[in-house]
């Protein structure tokens, strides 16, 4: 099994409807992140979290919420999904506050919004 | 603003050949990280540079991260079809995760 694990792998939803894109993990990190995809432009980080009382917007936040349920969870929402959305989300965790630790991915969400 | 550059964005070479991938900025950065994601998987980190000029292997694999650490690069040589994938590199800068800019990315296939 994988150490983190992102549920639904592949999602089709319409505009407007609200999505959740959920995240666990085993490897006992208390730092979890959302990630988003886009051909050419790399990842983008929506939100992290460095422990379940700790939420924090990333640079692409707007549109987006979290909820981070217990160390091991962490959930991304769309309220009202738009076509803009549509991407590769990835759950991510890591082990050290040290931007040079290793970002552990899960194997991603695909999200199309019609 | 995207301030790490990567090129090519798209590489297609035979398997036996060499190629060279680069990251570049206009930041410094504290370290570096090369991460390769094949399809349908998430990244997965091939490497960490925090030295200026610092250089490493990794079997046929060669990073360097740039005197000024504003960029870095990677050579693979004998490129094998195992080599196919997106490379991915990230600079971190001071301040925690909050603070790592990823690469455009480099889509790189091996034909057999």
């Known amino acids: 099994d994988a150490d983190v694990t992102q549920t639904p792998r592949n999602r089709i939803t319409k505009t407007g409807k609200r999505i959740m894109l959920e995240c666990s993990q085993t490897?006992?990190?208390?730092?979890m992140y959302w990630y988003r995809q886009d051909p050419g432009l790399g990842l983008r980080l929506i939100y992290y979290?460095?422990?379940?009382?700790?939420?924090n917007k990333g640079e692409i936040s707007d549109g987006y919420s979290v909820s981070r349920q217990a160390q091991a969870k962490f959930s991304l929402s769309l309220e009202s999904a738009i076509p803009n959305q549509t991407a590769l989300y990835f759950c991510?965790?890591?082990?050290?506050?040290?931007?040079?630790?290793?970002?552990?991915f899960g194997e991603g969400s695909r999200l199309t919004v019609l | 603003t995207q301030l790490l550059e990567q090129s090519p964005q798209f590489l297609s070479i035979q398997e036996g050949e060499n190629l060279t991938v680069y990251c570049n900025s206009s930041?410094?950065?504290?370290?570096l990280q090369w991460y390769r994601q094949e399809p349908g998987e998430g990244p997965v980190l091939l490497v960490t540079?925090?030295?200026?000029?610092e250089v490493k292997k990794l079997k046929r694999l060669t990073f360097q991260f740039g005197d000024a650490r504003k960029d870095s690069s990677l050579h693979i040589t004998a490129a094998q079809t195992g080599d196919t994938g997106l490379y991915l590199c990230?600079?971190?800068?001071?301040?925690?995760?909050?603070?790592?800019?990823f690469g455009t990315g480099t889509k790189l296939q091996v034909i057999p």
């Open positions: 991510a965790t890591s082990e050290s506050l040290a931007g040079d630790g290793e970002l552990f």
């Open positions: 490897k006992g990190h208390d730092r």
């Open positions: 979290s460095f422990d379940v009382k700790d939420i």
């Open positions: 930041s410094v950065f504290s370290s």
């Open positions: 540079v925090v030295t200026g000029g």
């Open positions: 990230a600079g971190a800068r001071i301040g925690g995760y909050q603070k790592v800019t």
